[in-house]
């Protein structure tokens, strides 16, 4: 499945289990992303963006965001968004 890079992790909160991502590209809910760094491979349906605490329907390419992850995501990953 072809990859499209959408942006870099930026900081992790495990304890809500949210990752930051600055955006180089648009994402939208329900786009699948796959994040991947020297320890982590994580593939993932975006159920939930946040931009300043507020639902994001379409953050603009150039915002950071927090999306919710499955599992920990370190600072660094980037975000491909998978194309079918």
């Given amino acids: 499945m072809p990859e499209i890079e959408v942006g870099r992790i930026s900081d992790y909160f495990s304890h809500i289990m949210v990752a930051g991502v600055n955006l ?4 939208y809910i329900g786009d699948r992303i796959h994040l991947l760094g020297h320890t ?15 639902d994001a ?15 920990k995501a370190m600072r660094g ?5 998978l194309k079918a």
């Fill in 57 to 71: 329907a379409q953050p603009g390419t150039g915002n950071s965001m927090g999306i919710r992850v499955p599992q």
């Fill in 40 to 54: 982590s491979d994580i593939e993932m349906n975006v159920d939930s963006m946040e931009i300043d605490h507020k």
């Fill in 77 to 81: 990953d980037m975000v491909y968004l």
């Fill in 24 to 27: 180089n590209a648009p994402l």
